[in-house]
């Protein structure tokens, strides 16, 4: 069976300035060791100041979206190859509040995701259900149809059974809310995407992807989730502005 690295991974979202994301840096820092594998995600005017403070550590960074198109009349939206120039080797695609706030489709998300594996970089697509969803029983249909345009565009990255792509499980009712969903809920949607990449991709494909969980997570709560079987690490918002908190979410990693 294929063992898969913890990755905890700080999505900032429109938060931070130049002093503050160097004290969270410092104060996280000293918490990274090899064995789990950390990533940052800063807003777009950011990513050079990471370059420099990240430089020769085990720290990837990345931005919270990117453009699904390579260059052109596109105001407002940022490439892949921008991003490379900024030494970026990770982008979030498909947040929740990217496909709220902007109408992302799952096909956008999708695009979006290939542009970056084209790109060399690695896509965390973001899936997650809403609570009215949860609440008629639509878990699984909504998350497949998040899904299954990323598993179409991007099947073709799939080499030797693995592509770089990493899965985020947010559950929309657990984002910036306090509420997390409970280790059993969680690993019972992880186990079901996990099911569905086998289904479509094959057992190997199944096993190495990387599934985060994402909504609420904390210090507290973090190790019993990441204690799941299919529960491969975190995408964190609010505990990653944090120093202390976002240590101690990695330090959990660890088991
Ligand atoms: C997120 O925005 O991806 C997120 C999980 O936020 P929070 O941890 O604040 O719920």
């Known amino acids: 069976m294929t063992t898969r690295k913890k990755l905890v991974a700080g999505n900032w979202k429109m938060n931070g300035g130049l002093a503050a994301n160097a004290e969270l840096v410092r104060g996280f820092l000293p918490a990274v060791t090899a064995d789990v594998e950390v990533s940052v995600f800063a807003p777009f005017p950011y990513l050079a100041q990471l370059q420099g403070l990240l430089e020769g550590t085990a720290v990837a960074f990345g931005s919270q979206d990117v453009s699904a198109k390579a260059s052109g009349a596109y105001t407002g939206e940022v490439s892949v190859s921008m991003l490379k120039e900024f030494g970026v080797r990770q982008v979030i695609v498909g947040h929740s509040e990217r496909r709220s706030y902007h109408a992302e489709s799952s096909e956008t998300v999708a695009l979006k995701a290939v542009a970056a594996l084209e790109a060399g ?98 210090p507290g709560n973090a190790q019993e989730l990441f204690s799941k079987q299919d529960i491969d690490g975190g995408l964190i918002g609010g505990a990653a502005l944090s120093s202390d908190d976002f240590s101690g979410i990695i330090r959990a990693a660890k088991g």
């Open 121 to 218: 970089l690695v896509p965390l697509v973001c899936v997650g259900e809403t609570l009215a969803e949860r609440e008629a029983g639509q878990v699984e249909s909504v998350i497949a149809s998040q899904l299954d345009p990323v598993i179409a565009q991007c099947a073709r990255f799939v080499q030797n059974g693995q592509w770089p792509l990493v899965i985020a499980y947010e559950p929309v009712w657990a984002i910036g809310t306090g509420v997390t969903a409970s280790p059993e809920q969680a690993q019972e949607v992880h186990a079901m995407i996990r099911a569905r990449l086998q289904a479509m991709l094959g057992e190997s494909l199944a096993q190495s992807t990387r599934i985060l969980y994402g909504g609420s997570v904390k």
